[in-house]
C-alpha cells in the first residue's frame, strides 16, 4: 500500500542552524500538506502546495519557512535560522483530490533544537 | 471562524467497554468535511473516517461507528467492546469551504487509555 515517507525521523539542531525536512508523498497525489505538533498539543497546519506553489500558509509559516518540490518525488520543509520553539514533530501529508479528500500523513520528524 | 473542540482530554476504560468520544465542530459554510484520526504511541497519523456534510448517516466499520448530527454540530466517535491496542491519542478535524486547499483543523485531541 502506498505511503508518506518522511527523513530523518528525528533530527537535532542547534539554534540558528538551518535544517531541511524532506518527505516524498504518496506518487499519483497532488496536494502537499505541513504540519506541526508540538509534544502534548494539537496538530497545526502550516502550509498546502499545489500546482508548484504555496496554495494557503498559517500566520506560523513565517518568512523563516519555506517549501519546495525540487522534483517529481520529494517535497520539502526548510527552516532558514531555527529558534527554541520550533522544537516539534513535523508532518507530510499528501491527498489526491485536496479539499474534499482524506489526507495520508508520514510518519513525522521530530526536531529537536537545543 | 472554524473550530473543533473536542472537550473531553483523557479517557480511561477498561477492556471490553463501549466509550465515546466526544467532538464539537463550528463553521459557517454549508459543505465541509470531518474526519477522525488515531495517534498510537508510536506517533503517525492513522485516517479513520471522512464525513462530508450533506451525509448524515451514522457509520460503522467493526467496533467503529460514528455518529455525525448537524442540529448539534457533532461528530462522535464510538469503539464498541474497547481493546488494548485502542490506546492513542484520537483527533477529530474539519475541513470546510472556505479554505478550499483542503487545510484541516485539528481539535485537541482525546488521549484513550483502554486498561487490560
Known amino acids: 500500500e502506498p505511503e508518506v515517507t518522511q527523513t530523518p525521523s528525528h533530527q537535532v539542531t542547534q539554534m540558528g542552524q538551518e535544517v531541511i525536512l524532506r518527505c516524498v508523498p504518496i506518487s499519483n497525489h497532488l496536494y502537499f500538506y505541513w504540519y506541526r505538533q508540538i509534544l502534548g498539543q494539537k496538530v497545526e497546519f502550516l502550509v498546502s502546495?499545489?500546482?508548484?506553489?504555496?496554495?494557503?500558509k498559517s500566520e506560523i509559516f513565517d518568512d523563516q519557512f519555506s517549501v519546495e518540490r525540487p522534483d517529481g518525488s520529494n517535497f520539502t520543509l526548510k527552516i532558514r535560522s531555527t529558534k527554541l520553539e520550533d522544537s516539534a514533530m513535523y508532518f507530510c501529508?499528501?491527498?489526491?483530490?485536496?479539499?474534499?479528500?482524506?489526507?495520508?500523513f508520514g510518519p513525522g520528524t521530530r526536531l529537536t533544537v537545543t | 471562524a472554524q473550530k473543533v473542540t473536542q472537550a473531553q482530554t483523557e479517557i480511561s476504560v477498561v477492556e471490553k467497554e463501549d466509550v465515546t468520544l466526544d467532538c464539537v465542530y463550528e463553521t459557517r459554510d454549508t459543505t465541509y468535511y470531518l474526519f477522525w484520526y488515531k495517534q498510537p504511541p508510536s506517533g503517525e497519523l492513522v485516517f479513520l473516517i471522512r464525513r462530508n456534510s450533506f451525509d448524515e448517516q451514522n457509520e460503522i466499520s467493526g467496533r467503529y461507528s460514528w455518529n455525525f448530527q448537524k442540529s448539534t454540530s457533532s461528530f462522535n466517535f464510538t469503539i464498541t467492546a474497547s481493546q488494548v491496542v485502542d490506546s492513542a491519542v484520537y483527533f477529530c478535524?474539519?475541513?470546510?469551504?472556505?479554505?478550499?486547499?483542503?487545510?484541516?483543523?485539528f481539535g485537541q485531541g482525546t488521549t484513550l487509555q483502554v486498561k487490560p
Open positions: 478535524a474539519l475541513s470546510d469551504y472556505s479554505s478550499n486547499t483542503g487545510k484541516l483543523i
Open positions: 502546495f499545489y500546482n508548484n506553489e504555496i496554495s494557503e
Open positions: 501529508a499528501s491527498s489526491g483530490q485536496g479539499f474534499s479528500y482524506e489526507q495520508y
